[in-house]
């Protein structure tokens, strides 16, 4: 039976900024914290309500699940919402990932499964070949722990489709520790978070056009053998 879900996000810091100009702010998103706030008001407390609080015209213009920590970009104005949203649904943005997952993998290589929402128990996807949008993540595999039976992997998504990295490690029989979704109990309770991380994000500036990009270190990577 599953344990009753009660939200309680880290309050410290309360905004981890990574950048921030008259456009812009990328922060550091922790486990916990949600990227939008939720539909009922217990679940508003989010990095969009956070950044708002000083911000009010703000809007995330991409997310990472609850579980998920990393970098998340949040346009200031609306030109650069504007200008940012496009890159992301254009794929022109370049992420990373890194996750902790189960069982022992070996070098590299794409994952191509299309995914939908399963309308009967949602917010859970699955793969299915007949409906299913295409989804597409490469990964290299960074560490293995025999200890522990657990592999230290980098993600490439090249499309981004909700919880793609989860089932996509999932269908390939290594799920991501700590995940109450897609993980069996026993890989679900090896962690005490989703094992999930957006390393690196890379964009143009959406009013200099610039460059940009941002890195920044998972919390269950230092405790990874070689890692």
Not at 27 to 38: Q, R, T
């Amino acid at each position: 039976m599953t344990a009753e879900f009660i939200y309680n996000p880290p309050l410290t810091p309360y905004l981890d900024v990574l950048y921030q100009d008259d456009d812009i702010m990328v922060v550091h998103k922790p486990s916990g914290l949600l990227s939008v706030p939720g539909r009922l008001k217990q679940y508003h407390d989010s990095v969009l309500s956070r950044v708002r609080s000083s911000y009010p015209e703000a809007q995330a213009v991409h997310r990472l699940d609850l579980g998920t920590s990393g970098v998340l970009a949040v346009g200031l104005t609306a030109a650069a919402i504007s200008g940012l949203g496009r890159q992301f649904m254009q794929r022109e943005t370049e992420k990373i990932y890194i996750a902790q997952v189960a069982g022992i993998m070996q070098g590299s290589g794409r994952i191509d499964l299309p995914l939908r929402l399963d309308i009967d128990h949602r917010p859970y996807h699955i793969v299915d070949h007949e409906q299913g949008k295409p989804a597409v993540t490469d990964y290299k595999v960074l560490a293995t722990d025999e200890r522990s039976n657990t592999t230290l992997v980098e993600l490439y998504p090249l499309t981004g489709r909700s919880h793609q990295l989860r089932v996509h490690l999932k269908a390939m029989g290594h799920p991501i520790l700590g995940d109450h979704l897609y993980a069996p109990e026993e890989v679900f309770q090896a962690a005490p978070r989703l094992c999930l991380h957006a390393r690196y994000l890379k964009f143009r500036h959406p009013i200099s056009g610039n460059a940009m990009e941002f890195a920044c270190t998972a919390d269950f990577i230092s405790a990874f053998p070689r890692a």
